[in-house]
């Protein structure tokens, strides 16, 4: 639990703000407050490991609260008046609190039980030199295998297609691996890389990929580069600005490429441009309506009104039906559950989605679903220290394969999303551990760093 109460963090400026809240909001209820502390916490906890760590259990912690306690507060506190009434808030706030802070608590509490010095986070950069120095061209093959697997993944049933999404990921390992190598940054092949992931995104139009492994990078970058709180400050506003811009215009941008503009960086820019001149962009009001985009609170709460008034508690059933989804192939379970699923969905929040629109339940409430609200606290703990044993795997084992832990990233990217389907998060948890297992246990020779290495 030490990783909760980090030495690094600097509890006289979370006090003075936690003071200068109570008394410019004196209208906040004391849910609302606390939901905001721990929110705090969270996010000082994240800026202050950013230079040391992969910060894995802090950008758990970071974005569930963000959408579980920053979003529903700030719906409850007026910004629902501007939501379309499908995504506002059904119960009470003192409903939703008393279920989901706990919840959330729990679920961080699981992720640093045990965790000693956030074990699986640690990288040991010297090892890493040894190892690039003695493989100075694996960085390149795993570029190059991971833009291959993203060519060909299309050609490929779901099952299959996914190993090869997985695949494609190599890439950006191969690019931590360059930054981490101890020799001359290779600007233009993490251009490369990152520049296809921007054309992926714009072709697309979905940017959780790209925002989520430029924070990866970034902590990458921050290990071996290890900037001030002021860089990190600066670098931390621009990412927040790049988030916010995105959320702004990215259904305005879709819906331009809907209508037969070609997808890439002009449209998006002439999109921005739009909203900047109707003075849209950044209105009060567009800021309001998109934080539906960070809550994921308004699901929760359709959910409460739904089980179990209208739906019993699931006990168990429905956690089975989304661990058979998660675990077994579709060769032995071929009537499994799809990711997403509208027909779960729809039957435990009551809402009808329309074509084209992916919501999913989210762990905290497929907690909730199955063992309502102290089974759903106790599920949101074991999920935590389901992660947090993972990741603790990984520190067990990285010692013989120090490269290891660059794949954690691999492993977490989407689990850390609090807005996505429980069977989604844990088929890609089982998925990618399986994967990397094989590719470790054939090439053992290759991925082992000697003792004289080291």
């Not at 390149?140 to 060909?152: Q, R, T």
């Amino acid at each position: 639990m030490e990783s909760l109460f980090n030495t690094r963090f600097n509890w006289n400026v979370f006090l003075i703000i936690a003071i200068l809240i109570y008394l410019f909001f004196p209208g906040l209820s004391w849910y609302s407050y606390l939901a905001i502390l721990i929110s705090i916490h969270q996010f000082f906890l994240l800026f202050f490991s950013i230079d040391h760590v992969l910060p894995i259990r802090y950008l758990f912690g970071t974005l569930m609260c963000l959408q579980m306690f920053i979003g529903p507060v700030l719906a409850y506190n007026g910004v629902d008046d501007y939501q379309y009434f499908m995504y506002t808030m059904k119960v009470p706030e003192a409903v939703y609190f008393s279920y989901v802070i706990p919840a959330v608590s729990c679920f961080i509490i699981g992720l640093h039980f045990t965790a000693g010095k956030l074990k699986g986070e640690m990288l040991n950069v010297n090892a890493l030199h040894a190892f690039t120095n003695a493989r100075p061209d694996l960085p390149f093959w795993l570029i190059g295998i991971g833009f291959v697997a993203s060519m060909i993944a299309g050609f490929f049933s779901s099952d299959l297609a996914f190993v090869f999404y997985l695949l494609g990921n190599f890439k950006y390992i191969g690019a931590f691996l360059l930054v981490l190598s101890g020799k001359q940054l290779k600007t233009i092949a993490l251009v490369i890389v990152y520049g296809s992931i921007v054309l992926s995104s714009l072709g697309g139009g979905m940017f959780h990929d790209l925002l989520t492994w430029l924070m990866m990078i970034g902590a990458v970058l921050a290990i071996k580069y290890k900037p001030g709180i002021n860089t990190k400050a600066i670098a931390g506003g621009l990412f927040i600005f790049l988030a916010i811009l995105i959320q702004q215009v990215k259904g305005t941008y879709r819906d331009a490429t809907a209508e037969g503009q070609e997808a890439g960086v002009e449209t998006f820019q002439k999109v921005v441009e739009e909203g900047r001149e109707a003075n849209t962009l950044f209105s009060f009001k567009s800021l309001a309506i998109s934080t539906v985009r960070i809550n994921q609170g308004f699901i929760i709460t359709n959910i409460m009104t739904q089980v179990p008034a209208k739906v019993p508690f699931a006990n168990g059933t429905e956690l089975g039906i989304i661990l058979e989804a998660a675990i077994l192939p579709r060769i032995l379970a071929p009537n499994k559950l799809n990711a997403g699923d509208r027909a779960l969905f729809t039957k435990y929040s009551g809402m009808g989605l329309r074509r084209g629109t992916s919501m999913g339940l989210s762990s905290v409430g497929d907690a909730y679903i199955n063992f309502g609200i102290v089974g759903g606290c106790l599920f949101m703990f074991c999920l935590g220290f389901l992660y947090n044993t993972v990741l603790k795997l990984f520190d067990k084992y990285g010692k013989e394969f120090p490269v290891l832990l660059l794949f954690v990233p691999l492993v977490f990217y989407y689990p850390i999303r609090p807005d996505c389907e429980l069977q989604t998060i844990l088929g890609h948890l089982v998925k990618s551990c399986f994967l990397i297992f094989v590719i470790f246990f054939i090439w053992k020779k290759q991925f082992r760093v000697q003792p004289a290495e080291s």
